[in-house]
């Protein structure tokens, strides 16, 4: 979930100008090789990230989220309070069926220990702008390096022609995802220096992810349309019922 929000605050927080609304599609390459295609819609504060089998929906004018699920035709909408609330419950289920109740107890007892250790004071973020350019999805992108540590975290080309900022307010956006992840795990992507590069350089068009010198992950733009959004593409089915976020969140019925 937290990566989720990430990529939601790259593509909000960046140097935007949307009028008449954008249609992006990406493609993502995972570890063991699995492709998938994603499809963002933007437009009058509203964002929406839709994959085959699950859309999440958020509202910046009503800070609310919805989450919709096409295998089993359920969603859920909530604020985020509600949101965070249900998804601290649905991570414990899960830890709790994995490690049991005991287990789950050493691995609070641990986590709660090692708070504050890997805040971002103790993380050294170097970003080096590579002067590198690729077309990527017709669009021309720059290169940038994200080091931590010393170690290559990430790989990303953003392109300052795909503007997205006169209906959604930066401040507004800056807000509602603090308040999600104020009790996550630092991030390097949380730091002032990966802000202040995704402000002054534009949407990112291609991202490769790496983790102890292997790449994790790749997303690459597909293709950006300029148009109309219709607002039903922001609203669930007529046909969908209603449930918990546990239960939207898995393939079949929790």
């Known amino acids: ?147 931590v540590n010393g170690e290559l975290a990430e790989e990303i080309w953003l392109c300052s022609d795909i503007n997205l900022d006169d209906e959604i307010d930066f401040q507004v956006v800056q807000d509602f995802f603090k308040e999600l992840s104020s009790d996550d795990e630092a991030n390097y992507s949380d730091s002032e220096e990966y802000i202040s590069m995704l402000k002054n350089g534009g949407f990112p068009i291609k991202e490769i992810m790496w983790s102890y010198g292997k790449v994790i992950s790749k997303t690459e733009l597909k293709e950006a349309i300029e148009q109309n959004i219709p607002e039903s593409v922001f609203q669930v089915p007529s046909e969908y019922s209603k449930g918990s976020l546990m239960n939207v969140m898995m393939q079949n019925e929790y």
Not at 1 to 7: D, G, Y
Not at 38 to 44: G, H, R, S, T
């Open 1 to 147: 979930m937290k990566k989720l929000l990430q990529v939601f605050v790259l593509i909000v927080m960046v140097n935007c100008n949307v009028w008449a609304g954008w249609k992006i599609i990406q493609i993502t390459t995972g570890p063991d090789g699995e492709v998938y295609e994603e499809v963002l819609f933007i437009q009058d504060g509203k964002l929406k990230q839709s994959s085959q089998m699950v859309d999440v929906i958020i509202d910046f004018t009503t800070n609310e989220l919805t989450y919709i699920n096409h295998n089993n035709h359920t969603y859920w909408r909530g604020s985020q309070a509600e949101f965070e609330t249900e998804v601290e419950k649905f991570i414990e289920k899960m830890m709790i069926e994995a490690l049991g109740e005991e287990g789950y107890k050493e691995y609070k007892k641990n986590m709660d220990a090692m708070k504050g250790e890997q805040g971002l004071e103790s993380m050294q973020i170097e970003i080096e702008d590579e002067n590198e350019p690729e077309m990527i999805g017709g669009f021309n992108g720059k290169k940038h390096s994200v080091h």
